[in-house]
C-alpha cells in the first residue's frame, strides 16, 4: 500500500493566493447569514480574505486527496461501519470525496481572515462516526473536467465562515467552492476500470477475448497445415502458445485503453516469443526443459504488438476459400441407380408406352322392337323381356378421333348387327300366354388403337420422331416398331379379335380399353447408358462449391446442401433433355440422366441432414468437454484485433500535456509459478496466469469423434482400419530409429490386427472379381496378389485397402488379364470400392496402446538427446520426427464412408489470470511541478484511513488486483488425410500448474 502525506513545500501564502484567486474570478457560492455589525468595511475585509484563504485550503486538500485516492484506490468496500458508507458501484469515487472532505477540513483549521478587532475562521462538521461520515461524503462532489477530461473539478458544499468581533460571533456565512485541479485520479480510475472490463469481456465485444483469438487463430493454422504437412509438431496449440496469445493480446487492450503499454511487458514477450520459438523448433509440444546452450546460442527476435500472421502460403487463414466437390458421392449414387434390377427398370419404362382403343359407333338402322301385341282386351301383361345376339357381318370404313397428344397405331371398321327377340307374358285370370316380336339394328363400328410414349419414366413427355421406324434407332433393334403389335395383341387379340371388339362396341361390354405395352429393348442398350451415365459422373463429380475454410469448420455452412443447389443450377445442362427425341433409345438415356442427378440430389441431401445432426453433437461435444459452444466459436472466428496506433497525441490538459506511464508486476503473466524473490508484489508462491487447453477431437481413438459421427468413424471398442494402420505407420517409423521393447510389443499386437483385417478384406476383394466377372477363383485370387504387391507391409496395404488405391488398382489388373470393357471395368472398380466388413476394424485397445507407446519412447529419446544438445543437435532433432506426426486426429467433415472433404478439430481455450500490482501514472505537466505524478495503483491490499482523528485507522475496503477471465475457441481445417490435425501428445485436456486459481 503506497501512504501518500501532506506537501507543504512551496507554498504561497494565503493572502497573495486570495489576491490571485480574486482577480481571476473563480466562483463562489456564499450563502449570508448575518446580524447587524458596527463596521460592515472590517467584516467584509475580513470575509474576502478568509473566503480567498478558504478556495485555496479546497484546492489544496483536493489536490491532496486525489493522489492518496489513487494511490490506495478503493475497488471494494470493507463490511465495516466506515466501508459501509461506500456505495459498490461508486467505491472508488465516495472514498475519494471523503479524503477530500477530511483533507479540506484539515485545511480549513489554518484559514483565518482579520481586519482590525474582526476575526473569520472556516469550519466543516467535524466526523465522529459514521453518520458523519456519510453526511461529509454527501457535501462534497467530483467530476472529471478540463480539456480531454484530464483533470477534476471538486465541489465542496456548505462550508461555514463565523465573524467574531471581540470573540463574539457577529456573522456567518456558508461558502461552497468549486476547484479544478490537474490531478487525473478519476480518469485514471476509469481508465483502470475500462481496462478491466475489457479484460472480461466475451468474445462479442472488444477486449481480451478478441484479440487473444485474433492472435491464436493465425499460430493454430500456421501450425495445423505444417502438422498436416508432416512437420514433427505434437501439440498443434499449446499451453505456451495461448500464454503468448495472452499476453500479447493483455499489452493490446493496454494501448487501446491508456495509449501506452508497459515497456518491461513488451521487452518480455519479445523474450518469450523467441523462447516459444525455440521450444516449437526442437519439439512440437514435449515441454521438454531446453539446454542452457540451446538457449544462449538461440536468435532473439523482436516482436510487434500486432498479431503474428503466417508468412508461408502453404498455411491459409479461416477467412481463406475452399472447394468442395461432389467428388466421391458421384460414385455413390451411380452405384445405386446403375445395378443390374435399378437399370434394367429405368430403361424399361423408357420403353413402356400407353395405348388405348378409341372407338366410334353409329347406328345404320333398325332398333329395339315394339311390345308384342296383346293376346286380347282382358289381357293384361305381366312380365316382358328381351333378349339380344350380336355378330358382325361385315367390314367397313369409317374414322375416329385421336385425342391430344396421342397418335393412331391401328385402325379398323366393322358392320355389326344386333338381333333383337322381345317377349311379352299376359294373364287373363289364372291362364298366362306370351307373345314375341323380333327386329334388327345394323351398326358401323370404328375403332383405332392408339398410343402415346408416357408410361412411368422420368424422362419428360416428348415426341419421338422416329418412335416406330426400325431402322432410324442409334441401337439395332425395333426402336418402338414392335409396340403397335404388342398394343394390337393386348387391346384387341386378348379380347377375342378385331369381330369380337366391334361386337362388344356395340353391346357395351368391352371393359379394357387402355393398356402399357414394353417394346423389346436391343440388347446393346445397357451399356450404351451405361457408358452415357460414366461421362456424366465424371461431369457430376467436377461440380464444386467455394467456401470459408473456418465457416465450415464452425458447422456455419453446409457444403452438401450448397452441392445439392448447385447440381440442381446445373440440372438442365446436365440431363440434355432435347426438345423431340430422335429415338426411344435416346428417351431411356436421359431417363437415366435424370434417374442419376435424382439419385445424387437425394444423397447430398442426406449428407446434408447428417452434417446438420453432426453440427448438433459437436454442440454437445462442446459443452460437455468445454465451456464453449459452436455460436462462441463463430464469434470467435470474426473476431479482429483493432489496430492501435503506436503513436497518438497525447493529450493536454489545463496544466500541460499528460504523459501516461503502465507499470505491473509481473509485465509477462506467465504460466510458472512465481514467489516475492522476482517481485515484491507478489504474496508467497503465485501463478499470474493459469490456462486450461481443451483440444476436442484428438487421440484417443474412439472418443468425442465418435460421439459426433457414430458408427462412421469409430464403433464401440473397434476403430477404422485406417486408424489403426496410421498408428501402425507411427510405430514402425519409430522404431527405425529406437529399439523399445514395450513399442515392440504393442506394435506386433496391433500388426496381428491390422494383418488379419488385411486378410479378411483381400478374400472379399478376390470374391468380388470372381463373382463380377468370368474369372474363376484361383485367377481372381492371382489378380488380387498381383494388384497388392506393391504395398508390402500391413500398415501399407491396410492405408492402400481404405483409402481405395487398392481396388483402383486390382480392377485396373483385372481389366488387362481379363481383358474387360470399359462398362465392365467400372462395374467391378465400383462394387470393389464398396467392399466393407466390421471384421476390417482392430481393435481399439491396441490401436491406443501402440500410439501411446509410440509418444512415449518418442519423449524419452527426445529428453535424453537434450540433455547434452547443442545449436546442432536442436536442428537435428526439429528434422527428426520419431512417427509421432503419422498419428491421426481430428474429425472427418464427412466421414470417409462418404465425401471426406475436409478434417476439423477444435480447442477451446480457457485463461484466468491476475497482476500482483497495476499501477499507470500520469504526470501533471505544471511547469512549477514538472515531476508531478499521480499514480493508481491496485494491488490487493486493505485500504485504510483514519477519518475521525482518533490516531486509529478505520478499513475503507480494499485495492482489488486487477484480475481477469477470458474463454476463446479455434477451429482448424485441413484437406482430407488419414494423419488430420490435432494435439497428438495423448492429452486432450492441457492444464498449467495452478488451474484454475490465479494469483494470491
Known amino acids: 500500500m503506497v501512504t501518500v502525506k501532506d506537501d507543504t513545500r512551496g507554498r504561497v501564502p494565503f493572502a497573495l493566493l486570495g489576491v490571485l484567486l480574486l482577480v481571476s474570478s473563480l466562483t463562489l457560492a456564499p450563502t449570508f447569514v448575518t446580524e447587524p455589525a458596527p463596521s460592515e468595511t472590517a467584516v467584509e475585509r475580513a470575509l474576502d480574505q478568509a473566503t480567498a484563504e478558504t478556495q485555496v485550503a479546497v484546492r489544496d486538500g483536493v489536490s491532496t486527496a486525489g493522489p492518496q485516492a489513487a494511490a490506495n484506490p478503493v475497488v471494494t468496500p470493507a463490511d465495516t461501519p466506515t466501508g459501509r458508507v461506500l456505495n459498490n458501484s461508486t467505491a472508488f469515487r465516495d472514498s475519494l470525496r471523503i479524503r477530500a472532505y477530511l483533507r479540506v477540513a484539515d485545511r480549513l483549521e489554518r484559514v483565518s481572515g482579520r481586519s482590525g478587532d474582526v476575526t473569520v475562521t472556516a469550519k466543516l462538521p467535524a466526523v465522529t462516526n459514521a453518520s458523519d461520515l456519510r453526511a461529509a461524503k454527501h457535501r462534497v462532489s467530483v467530476e472529471r473536467a478540463g480539456p480531454n477530461k484530464t483533470a477534476m473539478r471538486a465541489t465542496v458544499e456548505n462550508i461555514v465562515l463565523t465573524v467574531r468581533r471581540n470573540g463574539e460571533v457577529v456573522s456567518t456565512r456558508r461558502v461552497s467552492p468549486t476547484v479544478v485541479v490537474p490531478t487525473q485520479a478519476l480518469m485514471l480510475h476509469e481508465q483502470v476500470s475500462t481496462y478491466q472490463t475489457r479484460l472480461n469481456n466475451g468474445l462479442d465485444k472488444p477486449g ?154 353409329r347406328r345404320l338402322g333398325g332398333g329395339p322392337p315394339e311390345t308384342p301385341p296383346s293376346p286380347g282386351t282382358e289381357w293384361t301383361l305381366v312380365a316382358d323381356r328381351t333378349t339380344t345376339d350380336t355378330e358382325s357381318v361385315g367390314t367397313a370404313s369409317g374414322s375416329v378421333a385421336t385425342p391430344d397428344g396421342w397418335h393412331t397405331l391401328e385402325t379398323f371398321g366393322r358392320t355389326v348387327e344386333r338381333q333383337y327377340t322381345r317377349t311379352a307374358v299376359w294373364q287373363n285370370g289364372s291362364v298366362r300366354q306370351r307373345t314375341t316380336t323380333s327386329s334388327t339394328a345394323r351398326y358401323r363400328v370404328a375403332v383405332a388403337v392408339v398410343g402415346r410414349h408416357h408410361g412411368r419414366s422420368p424422362a419428360p413427355n416428348r415426341s419421338i420422331r422416329t418412335a416406330h421406324d426400325a431402322s432410324a434407332s442409334p441401337l439395332t433393334g425395333s426402336n418402338l416398331a414392335d409396340v403397335e403389335p404388342k398394343a394390337m395383341d393386348t387391346l384387341v387379340g386378348h379380347t377375342g379379335g378385331r369381330d369380337e371388339v366391334a361386337e362388344r362396341v356395340v353391346d357395351g361390354s368391352l371393359s379394357r380399353t387402355a ?99 453432426n453440427r448438433k453433437r459437436v454442440d454437445a461435444q462442446l459443452s460437455e468437454r468445454t465451456d464453449g459452444s459452436l455460436r462462441a466459436l463463430r464469434k470467435g472466428l470474426t473476431a479482429r484485433e483493432t489496430p492501435v496506433p503506436r503513436s497518438r497525441p497525447m493529450p493536454v490538459g489545463p496544466a500541460g500535456p499528460v504523459r501516461t506511464r503502465v507499470d505491473t508486476q509481473t509485465p509477462y503473466l506467465t504460466l510458472a509459478e512465481l514467489d516475492e524473490s522476482r517481485y515484491r508484489a507478489l504474496e508467497g508462491s503465485e501463478h499470474p496466469l493459469v490456462a486450461r487447453n481443451a483440444n476436442v477431437f484428438t487421440v484417443p481413438y474412439g472418443d468425442a469423434a465418435d460421439a459426433v459421427v457414430g458408427g462412421a468413424f469409430e464403433s464401440g471398442d473397434r476403430v477404422r482400419l485406417a486408424t489403426a494402420a496410421s498408428a501402425l505407420a507411427a510405430a514402425n517409423e519409430t522404431l527405425e530409429d529406437e529399439s523399445n521393447a514395450t513399442l515392440a510389443s504393442e506394435r506386433d499386437a496391433l500388426q496381428q490386427e491390422v494383418a488379419a483385417a488385411n486378410r479378411e478384406l483381400t478374400t472379399t476383394l478376390w470374391l468380388a472379381v470372381s463373382q463380377h466377372t468370368a474369372a474363376d477363383q484361383d485367377e481372381s485370387k492371382a489378380i488380387v496378389t498381383e494388384a497388392l504387391s506393391p504395398w508390402d507391409t500391413s500398415a501399407a496395404r491396410a492405408l492402400a485397402l481404405t483409402n481405395g488405391s487398392a481396388q483402383e488398382r486390382v480392377a485396373r489388373v483385372a481389366g488387362a488379364r481379363l481383358n474387360l470393357t470399359r462398362v465392365e471395368r467400372d462395374r467391378l472398380r465400383l462394387r470393389l470400392l464398396s467392399v466393407d466388413t466390421p471384421a476390417t476394424r482392430p481393435t481399439l485397445g491396441s490401436t491406443n496402446g501402440t500410439a501411446s507407446a509410440v509418444r512415449s519412447v518418442a519423449k524419452d529419446e527426445l529428453s535424453s538427446a537434450l540433455a547434452n544438445a547443442g545449436e546442432q543437435k536442436a536442428q537435428q532433432l526439429a528434422k527428426k520426427r520419431l512417427g509421432t506426426d503419422r498419428l491421426p486426429a481430428g474429425l472427418p467433415l464427412a466421414p470417409p464412408v462418404t465425401t471426406w472433404y475436409a478434417t476439423a478439430n477444435i480447442w477451446w481455450v480457457t485463461v484466468e489470470g491476475e497482476y500482483a500490482r497495476f499501477a499507470v501514472s500520469a504526470s501533471h505537466g505544471s511547469p512549477s511541478e514538472p515531476g508531478a505524478r499521480t499514480t493508481y ?64
Open 937 to 1000: 495503483a491496485r494491488d490487493g491490499h486493505n485500504v485504510t484511513l483514519d477519518v475521525d482523528d482518533d490516531g486509529a485507522a478505520e478499513r475503507l475496503g480494499t485495492a482489488d488486483r486487477v484480475s481477469f477471465r477470458a474463454d476463446t475457441g479455434v477451429v482448424v481445417v485441413v484437406p482430407p488425410k488419414p494423419r488430420g490435425v490435432g494435439d497428438k501428445d495423448g492429452t486432450a485436456v492441457e492444464e498449467s500448474s495452478g488451474w484454475p486459481d490465479a494469483g494470491s
Open 208 to 361: 481480451l477475448s478478441q484479440r487473444m483469438t485474433a492472435r491464436l487463430y493465425p499460430m493454430a493454422w500456421a501450425r495445423g497445415y505444417a502438422q498436416y504437412g508432416g512437420a514433427g509438431i505434437e501439440n498443434v496449440v499449446a499451453n505456451r502458445h495461448v500464454s503468448l496469445a495472452t499476453n500479447g493480446a493483455l499489452l493490446g487492450v493496454q494501448r487501446s485503453t491508456f495509449g501506452r503499454s508497459d515497456p518491461a511487458g513488451r521487452r518480455a514477450l519479445t523474450e518469450a516469443t523467441a523462447m516459444t520459438g525455440i521450444e516449437d523448433v526442437i519439439r512440437g509440444s514435449q515441454g521438454t526443459a531446453l539446454s542452457t546452450e540451446v538457449l544462449k546460442q538461440a536468435e532473439y527476435r523482436p516482436v510487434s504488438e500486432t498479431p503474428p500472421r503466417p508468412k508461408s502460403t502453404a498455411s491459409p487463414s479461416p477467412a481463406d476459400s475452399m472447394t468442395v466437390g461432389v467428388n466421391e458421392t458421384a460414385d455413390t449414387a451411380f452405384r445405386s441407380v446403375t445395378e443390374p434390377s435399378a437399370l434394367n427398370e429405368t430403361l424399361e419404362d423408357a420403353y413402356t408406352v400407353e395405348v388405348a382403343l378409341e372407338v366410334d359407333k
Open 515 to 613: 393398356a402399357t405395352v414394353t417394346a423389346d429393348r436391343p440388347p446393346e442398350l445397357h451399356d450404351w447408358v451405361y457408358q452415357d451415365l460414366m461421362d456424366l459422373r465424371a461431369s457430376v463429380r467436377n461440380t464444386t462449391v467455394t467456401v470459408e475454410r473456418g465457416r465450415v469448420g464452425t458447422f456455419e455452412t453446409n457444403p452438401p446442401q450448397e452441392l445439392r443447389a448447385r447440381v440442381a443450377q446445373r440440372r438442365d445442362t446436365l440431363a440434355a433433355v432435347p426438345g423431340t427425341y430422335d429415338s426411344a433409345a435416346q428417351k431411356a438415356r436421359v431417363a437415366a440422366r435424370l434417374t442419376y442427378l435424382n439419385a445424387v440430389s437425394a444423397e447430398l441431401d442426406r449428407q446434408a441432414t447428417a452434417r446438420d445432426s
